[in-house]
């Protein structure tokens, strides 16, 4: 995929990184980066009868996302979406499962409302009004990948801005031993065609073998490997020192994607 897209704002949400003010200082060296645990968050877009319904993982979501539009104010309704996570809310299937193995199984209405995988897009359309196109995907590790590249297909065919919002955060006991996700980490990009705001243009390659990128620092590369959505670590680590580079993010198999990014 060549040329046309660019990244206009950005936000993220994970141990150490509260928002991308912060981040772009550790992720560019001028700070160390020092892993502290995340506040709780409240959406301020979501009205509040679905703010008392929203779970957790769709709390996380919102969160990277309204601080991408920090950059972008008055935008959020005109936005295409693409959310991607691996998991979604495991919170909610084992309480699902649960329900359902006992003798009287009787399961939460908000859990069975929650409990799709596009949960977070249905949100974000009552908070943000957008009714523009939207896709939901989830791809393991390489969830955030997909998520890059679908949007990426959607500014370039569509020529429509588009809100990706990567997102996962850690499963329950017991679901946790089939499933390791570490941290809670969210990452969203708002890609455009218009390079006037862009703080990085993109290219993309898929089906590409070689070593995947990683993070110089230990603390980084710890919270890298932690959560699929972090894999957008070394891409944004460019974004943040405004520098050209290439980085190989992970996808499946031995085949990944290659995004060039331009200053």
């Known amino acids: 995929m060549n040329g046309g897209v660019h ?19 550790v992720l560019s060296g ?4 020092v892993e502290t645990a995340l506040p709780p968050y409240t959406p301020s877009l979501l009205p509040p009868n679905e703010r008392r319904r929203a779970p957790p993982a769709v709390r996380h979501a919102f969160r990277a996302a309204e601080d991408a539009l920090k950059a972008a ?6 936005l295409a979406t693409v959310f991607a996570s691996s998991d979604a809310d495991m919170d909610i299937i084992h309480r699902i499962c649960l329900a359902l193995s006992a003798p009287a199984p009787a399961i939460s209405p908000t859990d069975f409302h929650n409990s799709v995988h596009n949960a977070a897009a249905g949100y974000w359309s009552i908070a943000a009004s957008a009714r523009g196109p ?28 588009t809100l990706l919002v990567a997102y996962d955060v850690p499963p329950p006991v017991p679901l946790d031993a089939a499933r390791s996700i570490r941290s809670t980490v969210s990452v969203a990009l708002i890609l455009s065609s ?6 990085g243009g993109l290219q993309l390659e898929c089906n590409v073998r070689g070593g995947l990128a990683t993070m110089a620092d230990a603390g980084l590369e710890a919270l890298r490997l932690s959560n699929p959505a972090a894999r957008a670590l070394p891409l944004l680590r460019l974004l943040a020192l405004r520098q050209s580079g290439t980085v190989l993010l992970e996808t499946s198999g031995e085949h990944h994607l290659r995004v060039q990014a331009s200053a």
Do not use: M
């Open 30 to 33: 001028a700070a160390p980066y």
């Open 194 to 199: 218009r390079a006037d705001r862009s703080i």
């Open 73 to 78: 104010p008055g935008t959020a309704g005109g």
């Open 7 to 25: 990244v206009i704002a950005v936000g993220i949400a994970a141990p150490g990184l509260p928002d991308w003010h912060s981040a772009q200082t």
């Open 134 to 161: 939207s896709d939901t995907l989830s791809a393991y590790d390489g969830s955030f990948a997909a998520g890059l590249l679908q949007a990426a297909a959607r500014v370039s065919v569509d020529d429509i801005d």
